[in-house]
């Protein structure tokens, strides 16, 4: 079955960075577009960026566009999300997504931007 695992979250200071991973399995990886978006408390979900799948074509949400940067590996069956610059806004649980036969998601990973 599908499954996505994310890791990566965590604390950091304004202007830091983090790497968010989130391992895939259950499907045919490189065929799928991967997503990563985040929800902020008493907000809607957002999608923050999207990767084609073999990785060459990326779109990205205006309020991380030049901050964020999503990537692939395939071989690894594994989406990255790094995000410098980061914003105390950049405060939310990301989740990893994929469309397949339905939507699939992860548990989420807090990320935490505060001095």
């Known amino acids: 079955q599908v499954q996505l695992v994310e890791s990566g979250g965590g604390l950091v200071q304004p202007g830091g960075s983090l790497r968010l991973s989130c391992a895939a399995s259950?499907?045919?990886?490189?065929?799928?577009?991967m997503s990563w978006y985040r929800q902020a408390p008493g907000k809607e979900r957002e999608k923050v960026a999207t990767?084609?799948?073999?990785?060459?074509?990326?779109i990205y949400a205006d309020s991380v566009k030049g901050r964020f940067t999503i990537s692939r590996d395939n071989g690894k069956y594994t989406v990255y999300l790094q995000m410098n610059s980061l914003k105390p806004e950049d405060t939310a649980v990301y989740y990893c997504?994929?469309?397949?036969?339905?939507?699939?998601w992860g548990q989420g990973t807090q990320v935490t931007v505060s001095s």
């Open positions: 997504y994929v469309q397949g036969s339905r939507d699939y």
């Open positions: 259950g499907f045919a990886f490189s065929t799928y577009a």
């Open positions: 990767i084609s799948g073999g990785g060459g074509t990326t």
